[in-house]
């Protein structure tokens, strides 16, 4: 039973499913930005420095062919070179073992944009052109099985200190052990995930670094808990000679109540996390949509306070994105009775069963882009897409349009 519930959103792509898009109207394509693509040539990145493509490789079987999970994008602005949008995300191909939970994860790859609208995928140098795959180097390592992409910043911290810094990722795997209370024929190796942390000069090539626990990762399921899963880190406000200080948070699926809840965890440096008590966001009343439980979410800065987007799951188990508030970043009020984003109502849409995983890009205009994971009735694939919100109010969203006329401006990450 919990496990159903772990993977209510996970699917893996038939090849009729990827047929799906091509006869979808623009109707039903509304906000659709990226779909798996099995095939194909992509640029190749180089060894060091800015992720500049070029050349090009030719492959039946990218790391991202059946389907596509949770996204992170981030935008850099330079006035002499013009805005550089980047995007990791999780995926997984045709090719990948059938035994690993069917989780919309497995490797985690990079795409590029000048625009955060039409994105090019890159070849990266590990199996299937992903940048960041299972550890295959320590078998007793916590993502051995599969990796997802959770948050990614570039930074310098107390402990590794860069001059130009790094790019840290915040990642999520799955290890060789099988889960326990799985139904009957379901694939469970790698349902036990624990929270990593992994370093690169460029944004494409990845070192992991070791986390205090035995099995590498930097925060494990607690008593209680499946898994941990879905981090973001969110730097704190500091002053003077105060110690910098970090949240980090993720969602786990708690076992006595079968749902999920979002948990954080504290740091001064980025590597070593201290778990706070408790939950910070939790399942709500019977018969509200979150009443399943929350998960995936994206905590922006909005003014004075913070604002978390998150993903609700209702007791017949649809998908949607709701809100929450808070000064502080511990204690969370939720804004309104019901969701903020919804599958859409467009008969045959892409995303017109479940929407999930957002992630929020505040632009400099005081409106914000809302990237998320949709799935349709036909096929099982999941895909990536955008909406944007109705100028300041970030509780209004309409999904981009291929007609829309792309606007200048945004907020550098």
Request: aromatic fraction near 10%.
């Amino acid at each position: 039973r919990l496990m159903a519930r772990a993977c209510a959103l996970s699917f893996i792509a038939t090849a009729a499913a990827l047929n799906v898009q091509s006869r979808l109207t623009t109707a039903q394509r509304a906000g659709l930005l990226l779909s798996p693509q099995p095939a194909g040539v992509r640029k190749v990145l180089p060894g060091a420095g800015a992720p500049v493509p070029r050349g090009g490789v030719e492959s039946d079987d990218w790391w991202d062919g059946a389907t596509l999970g949770s996204c992170v994008v981030r935008r850099f602005t330079d006035e002499m070179a013009g805005d550089r949008w980047m995007l990791w995300y999780s995926g997984r191909s045709a090719s990948f073992d059938s035994d690993v939970v069917p989780l919309a994860t497995g490797a985690v790859g990079l795409a590029q944009s000048t625009d955060g609208v039409v994105w090019e995928r890159l070849a990266g140098d590990e199996a299937g052109g992903a940048c960041l795959v299972p550890n295959e180097d320590e078998w007793w390592g916590f993502d051995t099985s599969h990796v997802g992409v959770g948050d990614v910043h570039v930074m310098s911290s107390r402990v590794i200190q860069n001059g130009l810094g790094l790019y840290w990722m915040f990642y999520f795997g799955g290890d060789g052990e099988e889960l326990a209370n799985a139904p009957a024929g379901a694939p469970t190796r790698g349902g036990r995930m624990s929270i990593g942390v992994a370093l690169s000069n460029d944004g494409v090539h990845w070192g992991r670094v070791e986390g205090e626990h035995p099995s590498g990762a930097a925060l494990e399921p607690a008593e209680g808990e499946s898994f941990v899963g879905w981090p973001q880190a969110l730097r704190l406000p500091s002053s003077g000679d105060q110690e910098e200080s970090w949240l980090l948070y993720y969602h786990a699926l708690d076992e006595a109540s079968g749902r999920f809840a979002i948990g954080s965890a504290v740091s001064s440096d980025c590597v070593k996390w201290t778990r706070r008590d408790g939950y910070c966001l939790t399942a709500g009343p019977e018969g509200s949509f979150d009443a399943g439980g929350v998960s995936a979410r994206c905590v922006v800065r909005k003014g004075a306070e913070l604002l978390m987007f998150y993903e609700a799951v209702d007791a017949a188990r649809s998908h949607t994105i709701g809100l929450a508030r808070s000064a502080d970043g511990l204690i969370w009020e939720r804004i309104g009775a019901g969701p903020v984003f919804s599958p859409s109502a467009e008969p045959g849409a892409w995303d017109g069963v479940a929407v999930a995983r957002p992630w929020v890009v505040p632009m400099d205009d005081g409106s914000a882009r809302l990237y998320y994971v949709g799935r349709g009735a036909e096929g099982a694939v999941q895909r990536i897409g955008m909406a944007r919100s109705e100028g300041n109010d970030w509780t209004r969203w309409t999904r981009w349009a291929e007609e829309e006329e792309e606007e200048p401006g945004g907020e550098s990450a």
